[in-house]
């Protein structure tokens, strides 16, 4: 059985920094694409930033400069350093993994809170 599981999420203010882990089990994450999506209340889910096997990465234009997607695959761990949190990073944030030759993300975590207050 797979399982995604992210940590912490939390309240913060804005310029404050957090840091979210998703410890997978039942998978290799080495062998997966591996992503942040989060979702804000009253928006359409939103891809964050994405961390391929090979070790490429990729982020959404608003967060550029400010977070960053690692990984462990010792730990089969994946990380989303966030610095310079906004307001409008507030969200639900998801872990999630796909086969590394499609962009269907076939197992996904249960989300963690993040809210930064002004």
């Known amino acids: 059985q797979v399982q995604l599981v992210e940590s912490g999420g939390g309240l913060v203010q804005a310029g404050d920094s957090l840091g979210l882990s998703c410890a997978a089990s039942?998978?290799?994450?080495?062998?997966?694409?591996m992503a942040w999506f989060r979702r804000a209340p009253g928006k359409q889910r939103l891809l964050v930033a994405v961390s391929n096997s090979g070790g490429t990465t990729n982020y959404v234009d608003s967060v550029k400069g400010r977070f960053t997607i690692s990984r462990d695959n010792a730990k089969n761990t994946v990380y989303l350093q966030m610095n310079s949190l906004k307001p409008e990073d507030t969200a639900v944030y998801y872990c999630?993994?796909?086969?590394?030759?499609?962009?269907?993300?076939?197992?996904w975590g249960q989300g963690t809170q993040v809210t930064v207050s002004p």
């Open positions: 999630a993994a796909s086969e590394p030759w499609t962009t269907r993300y076939d197992y």
């Open positions: 039942g998978i290799r994450i080495s062998s997966k694409t």
